[in-house]
């Protein structure tokens, strides 16, 4: 209780003084956003271990920007399996599950701080915010060291400051902290546990490395801490991503590279949309067992092959062989995945 | 013992970003009275000019710095969504000033970015 109220004032008096630097520093956008309703869209169909698993899912993202400094965002998921029944041919669609995944509010407080306030996604390495929806993924399949930080729910439901700025001209700063309150109502659970998150970003080299810390509030009050790096060389197509996570559930890593063909001289452009990838993990068991998490450790390789159709539109496949002490398996994974963006009013005259 | 990690996380991050704010304040105020050193390498005029709207935002930009302006843009909108995504193409302006205050919020831009994107991506 009383870590939770320096937490409070901790949090006011950052409010309250970054109000005082926003007097100076406020935004001034010239042009009025427009709220909207974007998302993504995808069917995903994955063999794992010859188990069939047809997927389609449905993403939508709210965004309703309020004034100068507020924005309020939602975004949902709306996601079936698709099986075979019984005495029925083809496969059929189960129950539809739905989930809030996140209701926040945010406060542009000013040029070095927002105040977020809600239900937010857990910032924690760097999946689970920012490469998480199908359309930006490289690869459909999750990291298996996602769960680890995230909360049960892969949200928080608290409140957070976070923000990015300028620190020296040759790198930025960014920044999360957030505390997280008990929330026991499914499918919007969330664990009480207080963290942050800090990462440079040097634009010059397009290098961006960080780490995540995290502090548990109940039961064995436990710390889970991790890193991440981006890195995208400037004289090549080429991201590389990776993280690494640990706590007493378990830990591990992954390294991705993606390759865009834009440099093949030849079928130009059928190769600019092409995309290769390949991705490689590991995953150590813990003391303490979660559900969430592999019950066994595994290695994990994967390769995929992604072609963008247009913007926004993207098939991708991708070929995995699982290695552990439960047996080996091949993991392959088709999909197609499609960000939508409606504008809800006027979107402003070409 | 984790009460007092928290508070000293928290105490040592509010510091930071104090020192950091005041020296970013600095070097603003003195680039808007034109006695500013000159910008840093990675630090355009382009981008300085931009920042400093106050000081010229009537005023409209000759076609150089215009030009400037939008490279730097397309620079900076490159360098930040390609980070995480395959750069969008351009929305409608209103479309975009939604998407980027999103992005600022998401992707932790910086001030400086945000405006050069949304300038650059909706003119």
Not at chain 1, 118 to 137: A, Q
Not at chain 1, 281 to 308: R, S, T
Request: net charge positive; with cysteine.
């Amino acid at each position: 209780m009383a870590c939770a109220r320096i937490l409070a004032i901790a949090f006011l008096l950052s409010t309250l003084c970054a109000s005082r630097l926003g007097a100076q520093t406020q935004s001034d956008e010239e042009v009025t956003p427009v709220p909207l309703l974007t998302g993504s869209s995808g069917f995903i169909t994955t063999f794992n271990g010859g188990q069939p698993d047809f997927h389609p899912i449905v993403t939508p993202l709210v965004l309703v920007p309020i004034g100068q400094r507020w924005l309020f965002e939602t975004r949902a998921t709306f996601e079936t399996d698709l099986a075979q029944v019984p005495g029925r041919n083809g496969y059929h669609g189960g129950p539809v599950q739905k989930e809030v995944e996140y209701a926040q509010l945010d406060f542009i407080a000013n040029s070095y701080m927002t105040v977020t306030v809600g239900r937010f996604l857990t910032p924690f390495g760097i999946f689970n915010e920012r490469l998480y929806p199908v359309w930006i993924r490289n690869l459909q399949t999750d990291p298996l060291i996602l769960p680890i930080g995230i909360g049960p729910s892969n949200a928080s439901t608290g409140a957070m400051i976070r923000g990015g700025f300028k620190a020296h001209p040759k790198f930025n700063i960014n920044y999360a902290a957030y505390f997280s309150a008990l929330s026991t109502v499914s499918p919007v659970d969330s664990d009480r546990f207080a963290g942050g998150r800090a990462g440079i970003f040097i634009p010059s080299a397009r290098l961006e490395i960080g780490g995540s810390f995290q502090h548990g509030l109940q039961d064995a009050r436990s710390n889970a801490f991790g890193f991440h790096a981006l890195w995208q060389p400037p004289a090549l197509p080429l991201d590389i991503r990776s993280e690494y996570a640990r706590s007493v559930a378990g830990s591990g890593y992954w390294l991705e590279g993606a390759y865009r063909l834009t440099q093949v001289p030849f079928h130009q452009n059928e190769f600019r949309r092409t995309q290769v990838v390949a991705r490689m993990q590991q995953y150590f068991v813990g003391a303490n067992i979660n559900d969430a998490l592999q019950p066994v450790n595994i290695k994990l390789v994967e390769f995929g092959l992604n072609y963008y159709f247009i913007d926004g539109l993207k098939a991708s496949s991708n070929y995995g062989r699982r290695f552990s002490v439960a047996g080996n398996a091949n993991v392959w994974t088709m999909a197609l995945t499609y960000r939508f963006l409606v504008p809800l009013g006027h979107a402003g005259g070409e | 013992m984790g009460k007092r990690y928290i508070l000293l996380c928290l105490i040592c991050a509010t510091v930071c970003l104090t020192f950091s704010a005041i020296a970013q304040e600095r070097a603003n105020s003195a680039g808007s009275s034109g006695a500013a050193a000159p910008a840093s390498a990675q630090e355009t005029p382009s981008a300085s000019a931009l920042t400093h709207t106050s000081a010229r935002s009537k005023a409209a930009p000759d076609a150089s710095e215009a030009r400037a302006l939008r490279l730097e843009g397309e620079k900076r909108f490159r360098t930040n969504c390609g980070r995480c995504h395959q750069p969008p193409h351009k929305f409608p302006p209103r479309v975009m000033a939604a998407a980027i205050r999103h992005m600022r919020v998401r992707a932790m831009i910086t001030d400086e970015d945000m405006r050069l994107i949304l300038r650059y991506m909706t003119q």
